[in-house]
């Protein structure tokens, strides 16, 4: 079972390190320490008071570059290093030069990341590539104190999680550049890589048997027929792009068999709903698509959802990976479409509800575990197909009116809308102890066993 320690810093004592006398058996041949990327040689010795801390002297701090921030670590031994961390890097972009806000928008969702360090037994920080010196193997850091937001000089971190905001960052090389150095030329684990493309997952989890269920049909775009078949099969389909998010660009079109009539909901650029009719499907989509390509869109069936107040609600799940590497069920919550709306977005009227704010303690009872295993399933699915390190994963699933679970997307960055609701403020606080906490067992796993972080 791993233990944490405090640390002390002690101006007398010269390249010396002291550990409490619980570890002598594991750490006496051991010659070195470790933080992040950095290691000295060192003095190793048991506590002569025999106090339960790790004691380090302040030239070994300097030259660790460890920053005395107070925090009880997890302490890991391979190879006679006594190891003290983890360190974990956030990566990110969209920094600014007002040092209160140094993330812009975003800096108040990192503050409330970083908070949960003492009680994960981590040292975490915010980094971008320009706060990078490869020659000093330094990285300037921004950490969140009690008085607000500081920069550090620290090593490279034992792994990095990534947070990087939008595709468009993702895309830029030399975002690209450091992933590829830090995990190729530093061996440092990379969690949470890169957004998900709806067709490539969808393509992933087809033929794996524990969750195809789950999964409408959807299909790239390729021709007007193709909708015509999936319209006299399931009424009504949404077509949406393959890397959208947000419920951007997302149309829901419905043919009217007895009316032989087709409409179209969505919402225009500029934010209104929007309910169209027409006479054929090529003439829907003339008018509604004109300006946009369809070479990048998919088409999903639609489904007939559990409504409330005639309003059709899913769910958002999200999963995490917890310090021993295990998903978890971290939140759930429901989402109420707003009136006339195609999606249950905040930003297009939705509205978030826990679950039993929708459902009587029966409906609860018979569709929680359903909602739970579908979810824990699927990430079990899309951790053995995507490559790298998956920390967490955004789940919005539907119900349908016969009791059927579907997966809607998969979101490896998923928003955090839902916390706004008063009562989900504790699984506000889980999902982001956990999304740390994992960086704890890449750090053992990537010390001990780096063949199985890096396969």
């Known amino acids: 079972m791993r233990k944490r320690y405090p640390i002390e810093i002690n101006l007398e004592l010269s390249k010396t390190v002291y550990y409490p006398a619980e570890l002598q058996p594991l750490l006496q041949s051991a010659d070195r320490i470790a933080f992040g990327s950095r290691s000295c040689e060192v003095t190793l010795k048991a506590h002569p008071q025999k106090q339960n801390r790790i004691v380090i002297s302040s030239d070994v701090k300097e030259e660790l570059h460890f920053p005395n921030l107070n925090i009880p670590l997890h302490v890991f031994y391979e190879n006679g290093t006594l190891f003290l961390g983890p360190l974990v890097g956030i990566f990110t972009s969209g920094f600014t030069p007002f040092p209160l806000r140094p993330i812009g928008d975003r800096s108040l969702f990192f503050s409330k990341l970083l908070s949960v360090h003492k009680t994960v037994g981590v040292v975490p920080f915010v980094f971008g590539e320009q706060h990078i010196n490869w020659e000093e193997g330094i990285i300037e850091g921004y950490f969140y104190q009690k008085n607000g937001w500081e920069r550090f000089n620290i090593p490279f971190p034992n792994v990095v999680y990534d947070r990087l905001p939008n595709r468009l960052s993702e895309s830029r090389k030399e975002q690209q550049m450091v992933k590829e150095r830090m995990q190729n030329e530093y061996l440092i684990p990379w969690y949470n890589p890169g957004f998900f493309n709806k067709l490539d997952i969808y393509d992933k989890l087809y033929n794996d048997s524990t969750v195809y269920k789950y999964l409408p049909e959807t299909v790239p775009f390729t021709s007007f027929s193709h909708i015509e078949g999936m319209l006299s099969h399931y009424n009504s389909v949404y077509i949406k792009p393959a890397n959208g998010s947000l419920g951007l660009g997302v149309h829901q079109v419905l043919y009217d068999r007895d009316e032989d009539l087709y409409f ?29 390509s369809l070479g990048n869109m998919l088409v999903q069936q639609g489904i007939s959802l559990l409504k409330m107040e005639n309003r059709s609600i899913d769910f958002r799940i999200h999963t995490n990976k917890d310090a021993n590497g295990n998903w978890q069920i971290t939140a759930i919550a429901a989402k109420i479409a707003g009136l006339g709306s195609v999606t249950t977005h905040v930003k297009t009227g939705g509205v978030i509800k826990t ?71 504790d699984f506000d606080l889980l999902t982001r102890k956990l999304s740390i906490a994992y960086a704890v067992f890449l750090t053992e796993k990537a010390i001990h066993t780096p063949e199985e972080v890096f396969r």
């Not at 699927?378 to 009791?403: P, V």
Request: glycine share 8%.
């Open 264 to 292: 179209c909901r969505y919402h225009d650029q500029q934010g209104v709903k929007r309910l169209q009719k027409f006479s054929s499907l090529e003439n829907l989509m003339k008018h509604v698509f004109q300006n946009r």
């Open 355 to 425: 679950i039993d704010e929708i459902f009587t303690k029966e409906e609860k009872n018979h569709y929680l575990p359903k909602l739970k295993e579908a979810a824990l399933k699927l990430s079990h699915a899309l951790e053995k197909q995507i490559n790298g390190n998956l920390g967490e994963i955004g789940f919005d699933l539907g119900i349908d009116k016969d009791g059927q679970i579907w997966l809607f997307e998969a979101n490896s960055k998923p928003g955090r809308s839902i916390f706004t609701h008063p009562q989900l403020k």
